[in-house]
């Protein structure tokens, strides 16, 4: 059955009926049909400050039929390309923060973009990015900026991104979320016992009822609730439970960890997280899966993952050039 009543805070707003759901679902597949796609997140660059031998600036590139970057660090067009992910595809580019490290790519990138001639490229960034951008003197035609803030920012098909404010440092900075369409199918399992003919389909499809033998079976017996699934993005922060109650039922969250516990104190003071800490919000969340990145070159790897394992079991320590697949979930 479709859920209903009220949702807990955080969670997907369900508050629509089956009915209302079919007809939202029907208007929308008028013009553009709901396509089942792939979603994933590749890490292009997971270090944090400066780069290693094996770890870039860092950059994830969202993919959804559109490619998106979020942050977009020194050495993301090379990796990109390392990566066999056209540069070309970039739709839009959300800059977390105007902390070197997190946007000295995307000059780079807007100019390839340009002089390839491919469409324009919109720019989400706090503020003060248009002033940096004017220095630069790239050609206008190439970018437009897009002052990043809280809230639902860009919308493609199918999908929306949207920012929250995060905590780091004194600097504007945000985090952002990657959210799927939630959407309604006829669950064929539940009319194959039914025993739906064709005809079955064609009323219930248009009339939002049809009857087998003496009995009247309603759309909301045969809907199951697709889920769209949901990828978040801390940026840099501080540890935060705020971004618990954002990140709430989460397929993917994707948090900084710059440090391990031994280096608990320098975290706070320079507005970050340890791996712990973002273990402990994803565990908060019940997200499904972590993924930290970000890391200090002072910390080990084993170190980030076992401290983060201790309290949220599904981690990955992300790698340069690591993918995600975030897969479709039936929600009945
Ligand atoms: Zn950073
Ligand atoms: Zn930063």
Same mark, same amino acid.
């Given at each position: 059955m479709v859920p209903r009543g009220k949702p807990k805070? =955080?969670?997907?707003? %369900? /508050?629509?009926?089956p009915r209302e759901f079919l007809a939202e679902t029907v208007e929308r597949n008028k013009t553009k049909p709901f396509r089942n796609k792939h979603l994933s997140a590749t890490f292009l660059g997971t270090a944090s400050a400066t780069p290693t031998r094996k770890r870039g600036m860092p950059s994830i590139a969202i993919k959804y039929d559109d490619l998106l970057l979020w942050d977009c660090g020194e050495g993301c067009q090379m990796e990109m390309m390392r990566r066999r992910?056209?540069? =070309?595809? /970039?739709k839009a580019v959300f800059l977390t923060? %105007?902390?070197l490290d997190h946007f000295l790519g995307v000059f780079g990138l807007v100019k390839t973009l340009g002089m390839a001639r491919q469409r324009r490229i919109d720019i989400f960034a706090p503020d003060r990015f248009r002033k940096i951008m004017d220095a630069m #003197?790239?050609?206008?035609?190439?970018f437009s900026t897009k002052e990043m803030e809280v809230g639902k920012l860009y919308s493609g098909d199918q999908y929306d991104v949207s920012a929250f404010r995060v905590k780091h440092r004194n600097i504007d900075s945000f985090g952002l979320v990657f959210k799927e369409q939630e959407r309604t199918r006829i669950d064929t399992e539940k009319t194959g016992a039914l025993g739906f003919s064709q005809q079955n389909y064609v009323d219930i499809s248009t009339q939002g009822e049809t009857i087998i033998g003496e009995k009247k079976i309603g759309i909301e017996e045969v809907l199951v609730c697709v889920k769209g699934r949901k990828i978040i993005y801390s940026g840099d922060? /501080? +540890?935060? #439970?705020?971004i618990a109650q954002i990140a #709430? =039922?989460?397929?993917l969250l994707i948090h #900084?960890?710059? +440090?391990t516990e031994e280096f608990a104190d320098l975290a706070a003071k320079n507005g970050h997280s340890t791996a712990r800490q973002a273990a402990e919000i994803a565990r908060m969340a019940g997200a499904k899966k972590l993924v930290l990145t970000h890391f200090?070159?002072?910390?080990?790897n084993d170190v980030l993952e076992r401290e983060a394992k201790e309290l949220f079991e599904n981690t990955l320590i992300a790698k340069d050039g690591m993918k995600v697949e975030v897969k479709q979930e039936k929600w009945a």
């Amino acid at each position: 059955m479709v859920p209903r009543g009220k949702p807990k805070r =955080g969670q997907a707003r %369900l /508050v629509k009926t089956p009915r209302e759901f079919l007809a939202e679902t029907v208007e929308r597949n008028k013009t553009k049909p709901f396509r089942n796609k792939h979603l994933s997140a590749t890490f292009l660059g997971t270090a944090s400050a400066t780069p290693t031998r094996k770890r870039g600036m860092p950059s994830i590139a969202i993919k959804y039929d559109d490619l998106l970057l979020w942050d977009c660090g020194e050495g993301c067009q090379m990796e990109m390309m390392r990566r066999r992910i056209g540069s =070309g595809s /970039v739709k839009a580019v959300f800059l977390t923060h %105007l902390h070197l490290d997190h946007f000295l790519g995307v000059f780079g990138l807007v100019k390839t973009l340009g002089m390839a001639r491919q469409r324009r490229i919109d720019i989400f960034a706090p503020d003060r990015f248009r002033k940096i951008m004017d220095a630069m #003197e790239i050609d206008p035609s190439f970018f437009s900026t897009k002052e990043m803030e809280v809230g639902k920012l860009y919308s493609g098909d199918q999908y929306d991104v949207s920012a929250f404010r995060v905590k780091h440092r004194n600097i504007d900075s945000f985090g952002l979320v990657f959210k799927e369409q939630e959407r309604t199918r006829i669950d064929t399992e539940k009319t194959g016992a039914l025993g739906f003919s064709q005809q079955n389909y064609v009323d219930i499809s248009t009339q939002g009822e049809t009857i087998i033998g003496e009995k009247k079976i309603g759309i909301e017996e045969v809907l199951v609730c697709v889920k769209g699934r949901k990828i978040i993005y801390s940026g840099d922060t /501080v +540890y935060d #439970e705020r971004i618990a109650q954002i990140a #709430e =039922g989460a397929d993917l969250l994707i948090h #900084e960890a710059t +440090y391990t516990e031994e280096f608990a104190d320098l975290a706070a003071k320079n507005g970050h997280s340890t791996a712990r800490q973002a273990a402990e919000i994803a565990r908060m969340a019940g997200a499904k899966k972590l993924v930290l990145t970000h890391f200090s070159r002072m910390c080990s790897n084993d170190v980030l993952e076992r401290e983060a394992k201790e309290l949220f079991e599904n981690t990955l320590i992300a790698k340069d050039g690591m993918k995600v697949e975030v897969k479709q979930e039936k929600w009945a």
